[in-house]
């Protein structure tokens, strides 16, 4: 998939078949959190795997805004240092794996926002480190509508110059 087609056309996941995703695509998933850029190559995150469907029902009942990890084939809990860096690139790094695994057919959504300390506690984080977010995978129960997204207006949004300022394309 084009990387462009996939901006486009990802959409939240809240529901998943019980199909298991193979191991190379989950691979895949966690190498595009790993090579994302980070602001002075800090690197401030870590991926801890949750594949157990025990381990999976025990997060969604820790996170309110993901009651569906329960349901999905795995998850990914992205943690960061505390540093001035940490949150801007551990957000890049939780797109980074949610396209990726898009181009894979596999659906994924941001669920919670650090801090979590009942998850630090879960899954042994040292209180020095905190959980930015819990990313569930799966496959879509569903076909997802791509690319249909309910998004501001290009003029609503883009400006050339200085904020006001209207963007016209240019060709």
């Known amino acids: 998939m084009d990387t462009f087609d996939a901006v486009q056309t990802v959409l939240a996941v ?4 019980e199909k ?19 602001g002075s190559n800090q690197q401030p995150w870590y991926f801890i795997l949750i594949e157990g469907r025990a381990e999976l029902q025990q997060l969604a009942a820790l996170v309110r ?17 505390q540093s001035s860096m940490a949150l801007s690139d551990g957000s890049r790094a939780v797109q980074s794996m949610i396209l ?3 181009d894979d057919g596999v659906g994924s959504n941001w669920t919670g926002f650090s801090p979590m300390p009942e998850v630090n506690k879960l899954l042994n984080i040292p ?30 949004v883009f400006y050339r110059g200085k904020f006001g300022q209207p963007y016209t394309p240019k060709s």
């Open 14 to 17: 809240r529901a998943f078949q």
């Open 20 to 38: 298991p995703v193979p191991a190379e695509v989950k691979n895949r998933i966690l190498e595009a959190g790993r090579l994302t850029g980070s």
């Open 65 to 81: 805004s993901g009651p569906y990890i329960a349901q999905a084939d795995f998850a990914v809990v992205v943690v960061i240092e």
């Open 100 to 102: 990726a695994a898009w």
């Open 127 to 156: 209180d020095n480190l905190d959980v930015l977010a819990i990313l569930p995978f799966g496959y879509p129960v569903k076909q997802v509508g791509q690319g249909k997204k309910k998004r501001k207006a290009p003029e609503e």
